[in-house]
């Protein structure tokens, strides 16, 4: 297993269409969490799931976000109606335990551009 | 409201030399803080973690510093070397309930030859 893998890697999308991003977390990661980042700030935290249960949601940006983790493996971000705002790094990261000590890895990102 | 505070918001050293990067927080209940490396267009990628007893910890030439009571931190990285040169973010995280941690905006640092 070579870490957290995320796809696409960078997104082009038209202002009003949905989109959707996919993350794959490290084998037998059972917490795993999105983030989105702006241009010089810090990561965001938007979400994450314990196995398929998604426990912290009240910090998605609006209702236009969700996240699903069907099987507990991997998950998916979809953003609908897609703003201009909306463009920034969306970041993946899976961690072992359900500790708040435990390492979050990141994947490398999705760079989404709304034009 | 909780908050992570970094400083500088920027830094630029000659390779060799040392510096301090800053990390000032209001989160409670407090459970740890970590420090995170961030190469441009990467994820970021952790370096240290403190619980609320632990003072310092170390990672090869990068020590970080935990005074729980005055809720400050910092990152010391020795002899820098040109792959130093990325953003480094403080990250507090609370403890009990619902896991929601609060991250800096970051510390942008250039190592120069």
């Known amino acids: 297993d070579t870490g957290v893998s995320q796809d696409p890697r960078h997104k082009i999308t038209k202002r009003g269409q949905n989109v959707t991003f996919r993350c794959d977390p490290i084998?037998?990661?059972?917490?795993l969490y999105w983030y989105r980042q702006t241009l010089g700030q810090g990561p965001e935290f938007l979400t994450y799931?314990?196995?398929?249960?998604?426990?912290?949601k009240s910090r998605l940006l609006s209702d236009r976000f969700s996240a699903e983790r069907p099987k507990g493996s991997f998950s998916t971000l979809e953003i609908q109606r897609t703003e201009q705002g909306d463009s920034a790094m969306y970041l993946c990261?899976?961690?072992?335990?359900?500790?708040?000590?435990?390492?979050?890895?990141f994947g490398p990102g999705t760079r989404l551009l709304v034009l | 409201k909780n908050q992570v505070e970094q400083s500088p918001q920027s830094l630029i050293i000659l390779e060799g030399k040392n510096c301090t990067l800053q990390?000032?927080?209001?989160?409670?209940?407090?459970?740890?803080l970590r420090w995170y490396k961030q190469d441009t267009g990467r994820g970021p990628v952790s370096l240290t973690i403190?619980?609320?007893?632990?003072n310092t910890k170390s990672n090869g030439r990068y020590t970080a510093t935990l005074d729980a009571d005055t809720k400050q931190s910092s990152l010391h990285i020795t002899a820098s070397q040109l792959s130093d040169s990325a953003s480094y973010i403080c990250?507090?995280?609370?403890?009990?309930?619902?896991?929601?941690?609060?991250f800096g905006r970051g510390t942008s640092l250039i190592v120069h030859p």
């Open positions: 403190m619980t609320f007893s632990e």
């Open positions: 084998s037998e990661h059972n917490r």
């Open positions: 990390c000032n927080y209001t989160v409670s209940p407090f459970s740890n």
């Open positions: 799931f314990q196995n398929e249960a998604q426990l912290e």
């Open positions: 990250v507090v995280s609370t403890s009990g309930g619902s896991y929601i941690p609060t």
């Open positions: 990261a899976s961690s072992l335990g359900d500790r708040p000590q435990e390492t979050q890895y």
